[in-house]
């Protein structure tokens, strides 16, 4: 099984701060990896696909980067709807597609 | 826009099944390239997928959970279901279903969830 990471479990941030998450994969997953933004109470919304393609509706500021075990995602001028959490996802394996922990983005 | 909708019961008690349906709307369960899938949020921890199936019956499924999940698809109703067999507390969850794009197999379009306890 491919088994994912993400660091920091959790950072505060303030609004207009450049904000990074990382994740890592344990075996390389080429760049089938994929980000997630949830906030309380709702389904997780897709924003980065292909470890650095923007989801169509999704703003600019949220950008992805990596490719083999590690990735990014950076959130330029954090925005006050952006405090959630935050999964990536591997999409390399079919027999197990599976998420990381989550990081909780809150408000310093 | 795309949208899915689950519907089944909130609670089932310990050893029974646990069936839910996801309602596909302005879209076509029969579209090439996505498949349909089931991810669960136990409440409080991270995202679990379940398994994913195409409308021609093709599936995937997590290996923990293979012996005691099936999905199938009603292509007449554009739905898709979830049973999952003899339950116990730790399938305590929010269950999504999802729309799952076989290009890069990201989960594009969700349903809002729905949280299934288990409990006597």
């Known amino acids: 099984d491919i088994q994912m990471t993400q660091s920091p479990s959790s950072l505060s941030a303030s609004v207009g701060d450049r904000v990074t998450i990382t994740c890592r994969a344990s075996q390389s997953v080429k760049s089938y990896l994929n980000w997630y933004q949830q906030k309380p109470g709702q389904a997780p919304k897709l924003l980065i696909y292909?470890?650095?393609s923007l989801q169509s509706g999704v703003p600019s500021r949220f950008s992805g980067s990596g490719s083999g075990t590690d990735f990014t995602l950076t959130i330029n001028s954090l925005q006050p709807e952006d405090f959630a959490t935050y999964y990536c996802?591997?999409?390399?394996?079919?027999?197990?597609?599976?998420f990381g922990p989550g990081t909780k983005v809150d408000i310093k | 826009q795309l949208q899915l909708q689950e519907s089944g019961p909130g609670l089932v008690k310990p050893s029974e099944t646990l069936s839910l349906t996801c309602t596909v709307s302005?879209?076509?369960?029969?579209?090439?390239?996505?498949?349909w899938g089931w991810i669960r949020q136990p409440p409080g921890k991270g995202l679990e997928w379940i398994g994913s199936m195409y409308y021609t019956g093709s599936a995937y499924y997590n290996p923990s959970l293979k012996s005691r999940v099936t999905i199938s698809v009603d292509t007449s109703k554009n739905q898709f279901s979830l049973k999952l067999t003899s339950v116990t507390a730790t399938d305590t969850a929010v269950y999504y279903c999802?729309?799952?794009?076989?290009?890069?197999?990201?989960?594009?379009?969700w349903g809002q969830g729905t949280l299934v306890t288990v409990s006597s």
């Open positions: 996802q591997q999409s390399y394996s079919t027999l197990l597609f599976t």
């Open positions: 292909a470890a650095s």
């Open positions: 302005s879209g076509s369960i029969s579209s090439r390239n996505y498949y």
């Open positions: 999802a729309r799952h794009f076989s290009n890069y197999w990201n989960f594009d379009f």
